[in-house]
């Protein structure tokens, strides 16, 4: 990857009260707004896109191990001396994220940095893993004995770094039939009986499309309605 940056911008100054380590990771990320890419080859270009995308992986790791941090002291809030009834509200109110956004966001960092998926944790932080596998594990175990999800957690890790997160998640259906078959029933019956798909016409002549699929499903309904989505 070329390492070579140049910026005809000043650094952006340090907004006050961040930590040193925020401000030059600010500075970075200036720097590379302020790039001409065009000069680059095309290799080059490519791996750059590759290895951005391992970095964010690994800065979206590094906020859900401050958010687990947060949420164990009870501080959402504190930046404004203010106390919220919950980590997922406060992030919904200062970040503007969804509700099944924000209670993912939580449930993911807890598990990963609070609960035990410590090696998936150490996986995303290295660049090992996307949140988005990380997020299907930590999700997909949340209702096993603790002990099961240890005793998994290596297979699990060594198969997310293999597969995709819907293969992944088909995996931890098939782990989660062994291990709680009653359990693995009974979330099936409720996703079964939730899926929908719904559509309407508008007074524009426009459709709306509303609804809820199974992971599969889901995917075949995106990748048919991606060519219209562009």
Known sequence: MDSTTHSTQLPSPRPAGHPD????????????????????????????VLEL?????????????????????????????QQFGSTAAWLRNRLRLDARTATSAVRTARA?????????????????????????LAHGTHHLPEHVTVEAEPVLVQAA??????????????????ADPEGADRDRERRHARRGLWLAPTFEGMVAVDGLLEPEAGQTLLAALEPLAR
Do not use: C, K, Y
């Open 161 to 178: 770094r293999q597969l995709d997160p819907t293969g992944l998640r088909r995996l931890l259906g098939h782990l989660l039939q062994v």
């Open 21 to 48: 380590d925020l401000a030059e990771l600010t500075v970075v990320l200036d720097r590379l707004a302020a790039r001409d890419l065009d000069g680059l080859r095309d290799a080059v270009r490519a791996e750059r």
């Open 53 to 81: 995308r391992r970095l964010v992986d690994r800065l979206e790791g590094q906020w859900l191990n401050e958010l687990a941090g947060v949420d164990a002291l009870g501080a959402a809030g504190a930046e404004q001396g």
């Open 112 to 136: 990963l940095f609070r609960g035990p998926l410590a090696a998936t944790a150490e996986a995303l932080t290295g660049g090992e893993l996307s949140p988005a596998h990380a997020q299907v």
